[in-house]
């Protein structure tokens, strides 16, 4: 192994691929994998197949020996003991990169390992340098390559993952994928008999695009090779391990599974822990743990405030921030008043911040500053409010009816209500906030009426939003949708939610931006919803809470091994938000769909 | 309290209501809780407000000593204050049960205490039993009554909750309704100044109907009680808390919260082993384990069969099981032979059972049928094929093509295929099993490809699906379809996944009530996935282990108290299946719709 990262260059940007052993049988992984890629891959794919001339319309080689033009990547999905033979061929060829799916190697016993062997063997001495074997495949998103053996939904993004269990690695690409959460590569790495775990991380490591690296990990055959890799890549960005293995009969389904010996899963975790890698323990922990780096800041201290729409939210969430070691300090007097003036008497008067069924919806949205301001306050845990989607959605499944609902009627008791709708809209993407407030203030009345809100209420919400460039904008769209409400109906009023969800999306940025504190939300629902700018609500507190503490745990390593340079220095997304220079209107992008 | 199950009869089967605070004005909870009562109570609902002449078209009334006719319930939406002068009103029109949503008693000192108590002397005076006060109020089923202060989407079904937090209590039942899972019974109970959370619990469980019992905790007032009341209920059906209060900081949240104090947390928790209780940690554990309970067999043992598609998923299966106390055995001798029989060589011959990527995905089918078998097994966990749904969606997020898309092009090659298809249904219909042989024998080769299987498979595969007339049934629709893919083009073959997702629910059904042992499934997805027969996916197999495990403790407290009587004693609604008599579509019903 001279340079392994120059191998993996041109695994993941190969200039044309082979499949040896593509199918016209829909019930063979040759027909899936040949499928997969040349549905994405921009570069020649040559089928090869010794008994068919073409292999779904594309001419088939006999042999890669066969192919005119070069090849830099052969797919290996064929029975196991044909490949030594087609490795030899692909040496000759001079392929210098491969992924073996083929399984049948050291899993199945001494036969196999020799087998295996011998496929090294003819490698090594060709210089090619292969994936697996017995693995899925691989996803590399600059040459949309997806060399894999089942259709692998996936897209471009800042993740790169490594994951020696084919199965549970397509499960999780499936449920990132739902998330809107991108990956720059992705590799079922297998037994790894050439290019090992521990290549695959340094080579993230090394790559700036990648900006959080994911690995589930079922064993190791070079502890400590691994242990120096990890250490490193730690020091730029951070490492998220899923690791299987507390028991006996685990390391038994392990060595069955992928012929390698787990070890002591305690000296394994403080290892790890030594190492500054993020230790998770299921598919779900991995994603949300992964989010959570990409979409915050990395917080100072372990001091927690609350603000939640409900008492028994408040209560779990508490229990929860107990559980993970951090703290929910009592809130200082001035903070207290500021809340009692935006609040009913009833609110709970401390952290956690619960108004206590208050209905004054938009009260909600100015509390996270409030705490955000304090010094004493590290990060904020928003919740039940944190997507209006989700609360509506729950209301619309209840068969009530939602506050925007009510806009028509309103709008239809204005006079010149479209025009005046126009002209605020022109006002805002003006950034004439002087003019804005001309024309809103005679209806903050009717705002306030609309939200559930008051006038001093809706004012400071209003300060807040002109006072930022992005939100400015985003008010102008959802204001400028209140004139399509009359024409569109229901749709219309869908857009409007959707709209204005965006907007505490941003809110919640602008918030994280300005105090550079993690925001987690939560949500109503359990069902998993996707990244809106750097808004993501976990589904339960416990969550939310868990990757906050791995948050500050990661910081504090940092700081102890002098590598932290600044809180937001993974969410640099983040910032093109705040200079309006979002990709997708105005969201940050955590995923790019590609071809 | 003379008799605490009475007064909660009339609560929970009113004749009539009357809201007491019913407003127009949509930004209020009186508007909120008016249309709730009206949208499905089938009796009068009379509106009661100071000032207006009509709410929402209905005449109103300045009093509930206004109202001509009987009120059975009085629901309470106006401020504290208010509240003593609307009650003595109420106990004057002989009014016997009421729900005091408004807020503003103990939580809010000495002030609002003296309020509470006020209140709770003036209906104890008058014989009026009431739920709350700051409560969200409560969903009966039989009476259709929703008597709720906002939007709350409920099903008819097994279940019964109590609650004392309202917010956390309503985000479970919609996630509750999102997954299929019905209510007879929920009440959101507040601090609790009359009714006490034991009487709902007793009630509960003197109702035959209801299943599973499901409570949230924060404080208990009286322990004693508590302990005597659950330990009875826990006799006859299980009942699944969900309490927080592990911590210094949780108890002083939920002393601001609700006002009750919270006892020692390792007090409670062994108290609740010994009465049998089952304490669950998050909302998802809470549906998990009453979804759990509801659809599956009590196991006798912890012996776990694990039949996976992916070898890591079996490793992290074999990993959750060791950490939840539940065994993974080694498989006799004659099921590795059987095992070997239907699986390529590469299997991993052990439990967990791992094709390792077979694409026979009929014989995946077959496998639990040879671990249910074994004595040495107890229960089953399907990984990965428990929901055909969830993998086509996976591979069409992917942009691919599953099997049944190729169909239409297989069928085109058989002459006569529609009048086949027509026969083999008919046959099925009529149970004719040699009639179906006859027809359908010649064409094994035929489905053989089209899943991906061979002909001995298949033919094991049809020996159990001929065995039940419901199998036959559902076969017998899933054939017919086939004649409608040439016809309806892709939304056929969505048909057909669908038909063919219910025939593996009614198959798990079957294994499950010919062996009597849970079968717990999970699926390839993050997303919570509606109940369906006997199957339940769970999300990640932690989940379904961590069920599976409570399964096992409620058996044992039952044996040991000498209440275990049978296994199926739960989940009563699965013999339906078998009896052929399932209320929608031969899928046994955990939630039914109603006006």
Redesign the interface.
């Known amino acids: 192994m001279d340079n392994p990262a120059s191998g993996l260059d041109i695994l993941f940007n190969p200039r044309s691929v082979a499949v040896i052993g593509a199918s016209n049988n ?4 040759g027909y ?1 994998t040949f ?2 890629l040349t ?1 994405s891959f921009a570069g020649p794919v040559y089928p090869v197949n010794r008994r068919e001339e073409a292999v779904l319309g594309c001419r088939a080689y006999r042999s890669v020996l066969d192919i005119e033009g070069d090849v830099d990547l052969a797919v290996f999905v064929i029975p196991a003991p044909a490949v030594p033979d087609a490795m030899r061929d692909c040496v000759r060829k001079g392929v210098r990169t491969g992924v073996i799916i083929s ?2 190697f050291r ?2 016993g001494p036969e196999g390992r020799a087998l295996e062997n011998e496929v090294l063997r003819i490698a090594r001495e060709g210089g090619l340098r292969f994936v697996g074997p017995n693995c899925m495949g691989l996803w590399s998103a600059p040459a949309r390559l997806r060399a894999y053996m ?5 897209m471009d993004g800042p993740a790169a993952f490594v ?9 999780i690409m ?2 990132a ?2 998330r809107g959460l991108g990956f720059r590569r992705y590799v079922s790495c297998g037994p790894a008999a050439d290019i090992q775990l521990e290549d695959y991380l340094a080579h993230f490591g090394q790559d700036d695009e990648v900006k959080v690296v994911l690995a ?1 990990i ?1 064993g190791l055959s070079d502890g400590k090779r691994f242990l120096d890799t990890v250490s490193q890549v730690c020091l730029k960005k951070p490492v998220i391990v899923y690791k ?7 390391a ?3 060595l ?3 012929g390698s010996l787990a070890g002591s899963d305690e000296i394994f975790d403080k290892a790890m822990r030594k190492a500054g890698v993020t230790r998770v ?4 922990e991995l ?1 949300d743990t992964a989010i959570g780096f990409l979409t915050q800041p990395l917080p100072k201290g372990r001091n927690v405030g609350i603000v ?9 969430c ?2 929860d ?3 993970a070691g951090l ?2 300090p009592e809130l200082p007097e001035p903070s207290i008043e500021a809340l009692s003036a935006i609040f009913p ?2 609110w ?3 952290n ?1 911040v ?1 108004p ?2 208050d ?1 004054n919806f938009i009260a909600y949205y100015l509390a996270p500053k409030i705490i955000l301001e304090l010094d004493g306050i590290d990060a904020l845990i928003f919740m ?1 409010f944190g997507s209006l989607a989700g609360i509506s959605r ?8 939602v ?1 925007v609902h ?1 806009i028509p009627e309103m709008l239809s008791g204005i006079e010149g209500s479209t025009e005046l709708i126009g002209e605020v809209a022109d006002a805002l993407l003006a950034g004439d906030s002087g003019r804005v407030r001309g024309l809103v203030d005679p209806w903050l009345p009717f705002v306030a ?1 609309l939200f ?1 809100s008051d006038v001093k209420t809706v004012d400071a919400f209003m300060d807040i939003l002109l006072s930022s460039p992005v939100l400015r904008r985003a008010l102008a769209k959802t204001v400028s949708a209140f004139s399509l409400v009359a024409r569109q109906g229901e749709a219309g009023l869908e857009k409007i939610l959707e709209l204005l969800d965006d907007m505490i999306a941003l809110l919640m940025a602008h918030y994280l931006l300005t105090y550079r504190k993690p925001i987690l939300s939560t949500s ?5 919803q996707p990244i809106k700018g750097a808004s993501h609500p976990y ?2 507190s ?1 969550k939310a809470v868990s990757v906050l503490s791995k948050l500050v745990d990661y910081r504090e390593h940092l700081e102890r091994a002098g590598a932290f340079r600044h809180e937001l220095q993974l969410c640099t997304l983040l910032n093109r938000v705040e200079e309006g220079r979002g990709a997708e209107g105005d969201v940050p992008a955590y995923a790019r769909h590609q071809g």
């Open positions: 829909w019930n063979k992984w899936s499928v997969n549905g399984a049948g899993e199945t089942f259709a692998l939904p996936s994951t020696q269990g084919g199965n549970v690695g397509g499960s499936t449920s994928y739902e589930y079922e299987p293995g507390r028991s006996e009969a685990v038994k389904a392990i069955s599974h992928s323990h299921s598919p779900e994603l939640t729409g409900g008492g028994s939210f408040g209560v779990i508490a229990e921030c107990a559980a703290e929910v008497p009833r709970s008067r401390g956690p619960d206590a069924g209905r039940g729950m209301l619309r499944s209840g068969g009530q009816k506050f009510h009426l559930g109503f629902s359990e069902m998993p589904t339960t416990a």
